[in-house]
């Protein structure tokens, strides 16, 4: 599957922060991105590595609770860029968790200053290879998400086995999506991250809209009031949203 002018295509990561500046200077320093545009929406995060997305740490009142549906698996290129990595973001407020990972795993697991889990991956993974710096949007999902995810965005499968799926953009810029398979966390609440996607500029939205619900999303209501874009959640239930055409 290639991605075409018929699908949408991917604009932001959404993370919802209690303190966006805090979090986007975090996270600028794990990503090695830069901090862009601040206003009411939140604090951007531009890419410099290529990523065709920004990432957007909007403002929330409520603290994060539970672990997060999604977290992001950072790439390094050697062991002393690893040990490296968790020193830097450990003294910007991150901290080591144990989410049950075993001792002799290689990847060294993480918090940012809000909760928000995350991979520092060690060197040569090959799953990773050939990705940049933010090697995979990692999502507890089914199979069956993942499927839809790829033609949502046109993105082509490249990984299918053991329930587990993967799927990049066709040119192979970015990170990979990730699902790991069942069994599924429960959800507790509003994912605190999510992606907005958007159909392109002669894609009516409404008409995209009636396509990802022919995919198996559904529309649903978050106290979103009246705005420009759709809110939906994909077939297991995460929530993501659609702007208007660009």
């Known amino acids: 599957m290639m991605e ?3 699908t949408s295509r991917l604009v932001t990561l959404n993370i919802d922060a209690n303190d966006p500046i805090l979090l986007a200077r975090f996270w600028a320093v794990a990503l090695r991105w830069e901090v862009g545009e601040a206003n009411d929406d939140g604090v951007l995060l531009v890419p410099t590595d290529g990523t065709r997305f920004d990432i957007l740490f909007a403002p929330v009142p409520e603290p994060k609770v539970g672990p997060n549906r999604l977290h992001l ?3 390094t290129t050697s062991l002393d860029d690893q040990r490296q990595s968790v020193a830097q973001l450990i003294e910007l407020g991150g901290r080591h968790i144990d ?5 002799e795993e290689p990847h060294i697991v993480l918090a940012d200053p809000e909760g928000n889990e995350l991979c520092i991956i060690e060197p040569g993974n090959n799953f990773l290879a050939g990705c940049g710096r933010m ?3 990692t999502c507890d999902g089914t199979r069956q998400v993942g499927y839809f995810w790829s033609a949502a965005l046109g993105w082509p499968l490249v990984w299918d086995q053991n329930e587990e799926t993967a799927i990049r ?3 192979g810029t970015g990170p990979l999506i990730t699902w790991g398979g069942p069994p599924v966390a429960p959800k507790r ?3 605190r991250l ?3 996607i958007a159909p392109f500029a002669h894609v009516d939205q409404q008409a995209e809209v009636e396509r990802l619900i022919a995919l198996g999303a559904t529309r649903i209501d978050i106290g979103q009031g009246d705005v420009t874009w759709v809110v939906m959640a994909d077939p297991d239930g995460n929530e993501f949203c659609v702007l208007s055409s660009r």
């Open 4 to 6: 075409t002018d018929t």
């Open 73 to 75: 698996d950072l790439t």
């Open 99 to 103: 989410i049950g990972q075993r001792p």
């Open 135 to 137: 090697g995979s949007i």
């Open 169 to 171: 953009a066709p040119d």
């Open 189 to 191: 609440g509003k994912n």
């Open 194 to 196: 999510h992606l907005d």
